[in-house]
């Protein structure tokens, strides 16, 4: 997985081209998912699809001095840049110039036809006011496609779920080479599981990418009951939760509790209406629940949507800490029945099932006893509900339950 980080991370990724291409090339070799494209044209609702974005180099020259290349750092060039090479007064080309003290920005132009160079400030300071500027751009745009990936992990339960994340970012580790790594992760984990509920895995550009998916199986989503969204999971910062635009649906409430029984403090994040490809799903028409978890939340380093934002600002082992959050959250779901009561007046003699202690008179309830006891007097209630009123873990719910199930006490409801 650390090689495939390090084959990814230098990318040109945007919203169309081989970057995107060879960035799903790359996951492929660790994870089973189809690739589709997307004409460019296609009208997805309010947007269309862009022309196909290719360059083969960019830089700004000086006395035959290179002071700037696209070859050094993808994030020198703006985004969907249109092609040129011609000569330019210094004062020209700093209209077109995005400069910063610490770190190269990243910048992009996607829907006006533009160009222009990202750098340091010492950078900028380097050119003579004096001296024209070679202004190199050889890049292309013309009707191509859009590329996304997905994968259906089915089950039987009937309930679906969206594990999405976003791949148009170049040259960006927290945003997001790491939620590109950490889907890979959870799809490989899931791939391995027998599951009660269906998964649907999509990575796409983000924004467009998203709403071309939507538009393409419209029906399909409509049917989601939530979901999450990966994204800027390796950061330092501890892990934080961003939730849904409901706030409190199931895909929310299994990720508190998997902080919770995981006894992880964990900071806290209201939807926002400009945050990732969440707010797509949760638009008037779709109100679908998709939250994320987060280490070192977008908008919140200072690193964020810059050049510093590299592979020393993640790693591996912290965004691995966020699968095993997500993989926790997807178990929560996993374990959410609910049971109809074979017993509903009054509690069943549970000792004579061998399902309590014999010896009277202790105080306290073991755990199991404590998940049998609340199963019963909660029959009817999901399992998230439960767990949350009683504070008894998820897990040990579902083995009551199940056990319960066996005595011919409880039956699940479908």
């Known amino acids: 997985m650390q090689k495939l980080l390090e084959r990814i991370f230098p990318l040109n990724r945007s919203l169309t081209g081989d970057g995107v291409r060879m960035t799903l090339a790359a996951m492929q070799t660790a994870a089973d998912f189809e690739v589709h494209e997307v004409p460019s044209g296609t ?28 070859a050094d750092h993808p994030l020198h060039l703006v985004g969907y840049s249109e092609p040129m090479d011609t000569m330019l007064p210094l004062t020209e080309v700093g209209l077109h110039i995005h400069a910063e003290n610490e770190a ?5 132009s996607y829907y006006k036809r533009d160009w222009g160079f990202c750098m340091r400030t010492a950078q900028w300071l380097q050119f003579n006011p004096n001296e024209p500027v070679r202004v190199r751009i050889d890049s292309t745009l013309e009707p191509g496609s859009m590329t996304y990936g997905e994968r259906i992990l089915p089950g039987s339960s009937g309930r679906e779920f969206l594990i999405s994340t976003y ?57 989601l009951e939530g979901g999450y969204c ?7 910062d501890a892990p934080s939760y961003k939730a849904s635009f409901e706030a409190d649906a199931s895909v929310d409430r299994a990720v508190g509790l998997a902080f919770r029984d995981a006894e992880l403090h964990h900071d ?7 945050g990732s490809d969440e707010r797509q799903y949760a638009t008037p028409g779709l109100r679908i629940p998709v939250g994320s978890i987060h280490r070192s939340k977008y908008c919140d380093y200072p690193e964020y949507h810059t050049s510093a934002d ?6 591996l082992q912290r ?9 926790r959250a997807i178990e929560n779901l996993e374990f959410d029945r609910r049971y109809h009561s074979l017993c509903p007046i009054g509690e069943p003699m549970l000792s004579k099932r061998g399902l309590y202690r014999p010896l009277g008179g202790l105080t306290g309830l073991a755990d199991h006893e404590s998940a049998i006891r609340w199963q019963l007097q909660a029959a009817g209630d999901w399992t998230l509900d439960v767990a949350e009123q009683s504070g008894v873990k998820v897990k040990a719910l579902d083995a009551a339950g199940q056990t319960l199930e066996k005595a011919g006490l409880l039956r699940e409801m479908v």
């Open 268 to 274: 806290e994040h209201e939807f926002d209406a400009a």
């Open 167 to 223: 791949c148009c970012h170049p040259a960006m580790a927290n945003d997001n080479c790491s939620g590109l790594m950490a889907w890979t992760m959870l799809l490989r984990a899931l791939q391995g599981w027998k599951l009660r509920h269906t998964y649907r895995f999509v990575v796409s550009p983000e924004t467009i990418g998203t709403l071309a998916y939507i538009h393409r199986h419209e029906h399909a989503i409509k049917g």
């Open 230 to 236: 990966l994204n800027t999971c390796g950061g330092p």
């Open 43 to 70: 009208e997805c609702y309010d947007w269309t699809v862009p022309d196909e974005w290719s360059v083969r180099e960019a830089f700004l020259e000086q006395n035959g001095r290179r002071l700037v290349d696209f």
């Open 104 to 108: 190269t920005p990243y910048r992009t």
């Open 310 to 315: 590299d592979l020393s600002f993640i790693s």
């Open 319 to 327: 965004i691995d800490s966020v699968v095993e959050l997500y993989l």
